[in-house]
């Protein structure tokens, strides 16, 4: 099969782009699949953040969650008779207060209120097997719970309205999941256009032209290369304050000295190449000579540099929001709910710091994959083997 | 000898005007750039007079290139400044100075972890290149660089912490009582130093899922690293040699090329060195881990503006005197470097 494969490869030039495509796996081997799996994965993310409004089945800032403990206002909870069993809210009859958010919310939760005037005793009620539960007001829930020792709430955050459990205010994680997409997307490319918008010219110029500009403009960029990025970041955050644009250009700083340098080693070796030499000798301007000989050969780097920057700022995009500089609440944004999440780690709630934690990982990994395998498949003379 | 002196001489030289750019960005990021970092320290609604007080005691009041040289001035007296929030006038250069020895804890043993995981894998992968195990750890080397460290270090928790109940899941120690005696700050040592067994007990167990979350966060681009130079050493003529003289291949592979794959490694530890300091920020506040990169988490919430500048500037100074340090141990290895 193979030396089949491998005798129709010289015999015919596939001409579909899938044929081609499919070629190149035996060409390039590993790096191939790893850019695959990179391209598969980011071709799912896109197609996520184009649909989000179809596929995620709720608002991501609104609370619509299951019976699950909440702080803050307005929410409600389940509490049901300790040797009842019930652990899902569907389909339950449920004691409520006439017109309270708890009588509102029920239905949407799949049970049937049943609803009584405030002077009565929901509990009473239940026990005297008018309804299964009592569904009241997070508020009230501790106080009764102390009156009423007999009943407890049932902690079910999950089910098959909520296929990934509700965060710490009730919303639904997948929703937030989905619409952070969006968000850390395009903090991520837009932070990265940024610092390539000035990285690249200036490393152009730099590196063309040489003398005392290039020699500070590299001191400059080898020195905020050196620093921390993360704490680049942070500090510019902390003055900027928050919002897409302003956490883009507080990642996008920390990022303009690795176009810099690339670009600039790039045009420095080819610089030196002999068709340079041609077109300047046939009496090319200097900037025909950068932007026409010199440029171009430089673009296949820079999109492996690309690649592998939005993947850094995607995890930089995320530590900023774990320490509390993301995007203004309540957009959703994968590295803030983990750091919301993080409270509720010691009762043992894995689902909320889960899923955001895996999705970043995701992403970060499918522009990693892509950037490397390009990278290898641009650029095999830089691959030590 | 000679030489070498010579470029340690130039070497200390060029750390000068990496300082300054460092240290000028961090003026340019807190004083040039938007935003009122005193406006945002106080509550809203304090009377003018009051802030104006607080922009004057800090300088804050008079013209930027004015501002820029007291600024330098005060960097070398080691002067950072006094906080202003949550307790006005505190000294922060003595506040960073109480966080740093927990940071330096974390990193020292991060980088234990890191060494032998990274330079292990690493070599074990070139040792059998192309296997699978080969593809899995250059695998192992980009997937764990795309998880976020901080992540890493919240489902160690999850699983050692809560689910399993091992390890503590915040903080150095038990209580504060538990601590030993201060000598160099490090709870470790320290309890080692007088015996506090019980001590030295609690401070391990507090330290092992910091140390592992950050050091296998490094530990990818470690594997890497040696995995490509020991590809190169294993090349040269004197593993040949080796294998010719019949040595056994595992200590061909392991003693004879890795020793020789390590002295640029070593250079690279340096390069990694901001690497560390930025994943041990978001460690330590996963971990409430009351380092200097938590202290700068905290400070930033309160708009603690000369704690936030005095920080960021000793992570500079960190950073240029690390690298300062590993290109003159790079240089006493390697007399070739010495040009």
New interface residues.
Partial sequence: MKTNQKTKKLAEEPTSLLGRLLRGASWYG?EWY?TATGAVILAIIILVTIFAPVLSPYDPIVTVGGPFERPGGGQVVLLAPKDSGITSPEGLKVAVYYNTTASVVAEDYGMTPRPYQVDKDLFEKVRAGEAQAVLISARDAAEALQKNPDFVQVGEPFGPRFWLGTDNLGRDILSRLIWGARAVLAVAILSALFSAAVGIPLGLLSGFFGGWMDRILS??M???Y???????A???A????TGVINIAIAISVVYIPTYFRMTRSQVLSIKEELYVEAARALGAKQREILGMYIFPNVVPTLVVVFSLNV?DAI?TE??LA????GLQPPTPDW?FD?NK??AY??R?Y?WP??FP?LM??LV??GF??LG?GLGEILNPRLT?? | MRSLGRYLLMRTLLTIPMIFVLVTMVFIILRVMPGDPVKASIRPGAPQEYIDEIRHSLGLDKPLYVQYGEYLWDLLHFDLGTTLSPVRGQSVAEQIWQHFPATLELSLAAMLVTAVVGIGLGAYAAHHRRSLADYSLRLYGIVIYSIPVFWLGLMFQLVFGVWLGWLPIAGRISSLSAAPEHITGLYTVDSILTHNWPALKDSVLHLIMPAMTLGLYLSGVFVRLTRSNMLQVLKMDFVTAARARGIPERTVVYRHALKNALIPIITMLGLQFALLLAGAVLTESTFSWPGLGRFLVERITYRDFPSIQGTVVVFALLVASVSLLVDILYAWIDPRIRY
């Fill in positions: 590993a790893w001191l400059v080898d020195s905020i050196s620093f921390p990025g993360l704490i680049l942070i500090a510019v902390a003055m900027l304050g993947a995890l995320a530590g774990f320490l509390g500089l590295g983990l999440g993080k780690l010691p043992g894995w710091i889960t934690g970043i990982t970060a990994l990693s994959l490397e030590e083997e």
